[in-house]
């Protein structure tokens, strides 16, 4: 598998972008008690997730970069669907959005983040 397909199937799938084959978290998306809960170590190749302190500062960002698109993408289904919303409905709309993706997009943020420091190793395929 090439690199390209190798960080975004770990994206995609919250796995270790190294070996692709363990979950980066130890729970659920949306069981809240534990949603940024992730693991030290990769349990297959034993890559380490937690590099350094601060290291996931740099993944607000990206988390940024995440929310700006979805406004973006949310404004541009509510013009072309032509409707007259006000812009505090629109607002309102967007953040009730917001959050029930909030889960998705810390994670997101995080998995994207590990992936830009972090390649994919062929000697995993066999394993």
């Known amino acids: ?8 199937k770990s994206i995609l799938s919250f796995k ?14 949306y069981q809240l008690s534990s949603l940024g809960k992730m693991k030290d170590r990769c349990p297959h190749c034993k890559e380490n997730f ?34 007259d919303w006000k812009i505090w409905e629109f607002i309102s709309f967007f953040l009730v959005v917001l959050v029930i993706l909030a889960p998705i997009n810390f994670r997101l943020s995080r998995v994207i ?12 395929d066999n394993m």
């Open 1 to 8: 598998m090439d690199k390209g397909k190798a960080r975004l």
């Open 16 to 29: 270790c972008p190294k070996c692709l084959k363990e979950d980066l978290f130890e729970s659920k998306i």
């Open 50 to 83: 937690m590099p350094e302190p601060g290291f996931y500062f740099g993944a607000m960002y990206v988390s940024y970069a995440l929310i700006t698109g979805q406004f973006i993408l949310l404004f541009s289904i509510v013009h072309l669907l032509n409707l």
């Open 113 to 124: 983040w590990l992936n830009i420091f972090v390649s994919y190793d062929q000697r995993y």
